[in-house]
């Protein structure tokens, strides 16, 4: 079964920590993502990344770093943690031409507090 | 600017209420729309993918359309357990990014 794994379901940091997101896919995706999802706002795209070594800003770039050193492993970096970056982290995969979409990891719930 | 809405935000029915939702979207060129399904605290699902208008695409209880300028999400005879939120999103490139709509949560009442 094909899977985007993502390290943590929950995770409570403190306020100024620097945290690490990680996400690794088994599926050979070029592409892999990071989004947050708040009540309200939907689904925002923080960083993406069209292979290894490549990363570009999404709409939400503030306040976080991305890397991705191998094919399979997309981390997320939030330099200094502050509480309005609690928020449900999502990571996806999709293959170069996304022609059968997204797909998903399970979700990291962080609480920074 | 790519757009995607979803109506309606929220939606109650009775088990076996047959209903639709609705995702309407305003982009440069469409290269795919795609359905997703996300139940509280998890991922979303990959429900469904239509490529070009008239394209039906039916799973259980669940039935896709596309149109030049919306999709529908057509559930029959809905039960509880389908509830959750659906989301819609539009590919518009081909980069492999997806835009998406904000959703539209479910709940079937036994």
């Known amino acids: 079964d094909v899977k985007v794994t993502q390290s943590s379901r929950y995770l409570v940091k403190r306020t100024g920590e620097k945290v690490f997101l990680e996400c690794v896919q088994d599926?050979?995706?070029?592409?892999m993502f990071w989004y947050r999802q708040d009540p309200g706002l939907g689904l925002r795209l923080i960083y993406f990344?069209?292979?290894?070594?490549?990363?570009e800003k999404g709409d939400i770039p503030e306040g976080y770093s991305v890397s991705r050193e191998k094919k399979e492993r997309f981390s997320l970096i939030l330099e200094s943690a502050s509480t309005n970056q609690t928020s449900m982290y999502l990571c996806?995969?999709?293959?170069?031409?996304?022609?059968?979409?997204?797909?998903f990891g399970s979700g990291t719930r962080l609480t920074v507090v | 600017e790519d757009q995607v809405t979803q109506s309606p935000e929220a939606l109650r029915l009775q088990e076996g209420e047959s209903s639709s939702l609705n995702c309407s979207y305003t982009v440069s060129g469409l290269r795919g729309l795609f359905w997703y399904r996300q139940d509280p605290g998890k991922g979303p699902e990959f429900l469904f993918t239509l490529y070009s208008a008239g394209e039906e695409k039916e799973k259980e209880r669940l039935k896709a359309t596309l149109t030049k300028k919306e999709s529908f999400l057509h559930i029959t005879a809905p039960k509880p357990e389908d509830s959750a939120t659906y989301l819609c999103a539009v590919q518009v490139s081909n980069t492999g990014k997806l835009i998406f709509g904000q959703g539209t949560t479910l709940q079937v009442k036994p």
């Open positions: 990344s069209y292979d290894v070594k490549m990363k």
């Open positions: 996806a995969s999709s293959s170069s031409d996304g022609h059968y979409g997204y797909t």
């Open positions: 599926m050979d995706h070029e592409n």
